[in-house]
């Protein structure tokens, strides 16, 4: 079975600032790996994926993830965040065209 | 670039009702899924259709049932509501026949059951 954890529900960070969100997944298999966003009473939209080749994914809004095999992970991260990225953050993993499965969500708040 | 299309967006019903969910997929994407996300929740899997054929299907209740239809739009039917069930319903089209496995998502319809 394949699960998604974020490591953080809630992060505040200052615009401009650096941001990490944390990413983790368990899977038996090779997977594809999605990081969603979800602004207020809106849809999701994707940020980025990564599918194969280099581990380093650079997506819409100034947004990168980094894949690690060994870790398990796939952290989102952003040099400088802007008001307009305050969000809910969504990482997905996904088999092919199969279902994906989301993690928790983490919720960006930037402060002026 | 056409998008998924989902009608109603918003919909509020009573217990014991039953309601109908419409989802558009991209053209010529051929695989449609549906997703449940209640409030303050991640997105829950429901059931997909592939060239319409039942596909997957994840958590979704009995008094729930869907199908894909000739034009590949797809419906979510729901009956004998339950407050539990108001929720962001989401659509999400894809096609197999690329190769970046990428799902679109729909606007969402947004479902309150009183």
């Known amino acids: 079975a394949q699960s998604v954890t974020q490591l953080d529900s809630q992060v505040p960070v200052f615009e401009e600032a650096p941001v990490e969100l944390r990413c983790n997944y368990s899977?038996?298999?090779?997977?594809?790996l999605f990081w969603y966003v979800q602004y207020p009473n809106q849809g999701l939209q994707l940020l980025l994926k990564y599918l194969s080749g280099s581990t380093l994914v650079k997506g819409i809004n100034g947004f990168e993830a980094e894949f690690n095999k060994s870790q398990t992970s796939f952290h989102l991260r952003k040099p400088s965040v802007h008001i307009s990225d305050t969000a809910e953050y969504f990482c997905a993993i996904g088999e092919g065209a199969q279902k994906l499965v989301f993690g928790q969500g983490t919720r960006l708040t930037i402060n002026p | 670039a056409a998008g998924v299309i989902q009608s109603p967006r918003h919909l509020i019903k009573e217990k014991r009702e039953t309601a109908t969910l419409k989802c558009y997929p991209i053209?010529?994407?051929?695989?449609v899924y549906w997703y449940q996300q209640g409030p303050g929740q991640d997105p829950q899997f429901l059931i997909s259709f592939y060239e319409k054929m039942q596909s997957d299907k994840g958590s979704i209740p009995d008094r729930f049932s869907a199908q894909q239809f000739s034009d590949y739009h797809s419906e979510l039917n729901m009956s004998s509501l339950e407050l539990g069930d108001s929720a962001l319903y989401f659509c999400?089209?894809?096609?197999?026949?690329?190769?970046?496995?990428?799902?679109?998502f729909g606007p969402g319809t947004r479902l309150t059951v009183t």
């Open positions: 999400a089209s894809s096609s197999r026949r690329g190769l970046n496995h990428e799902q679109y």
């Open positions: 899977s038996s298999v090779s997977v594809y």
């Open positions: 053209p010529r994407h051929d695989t």
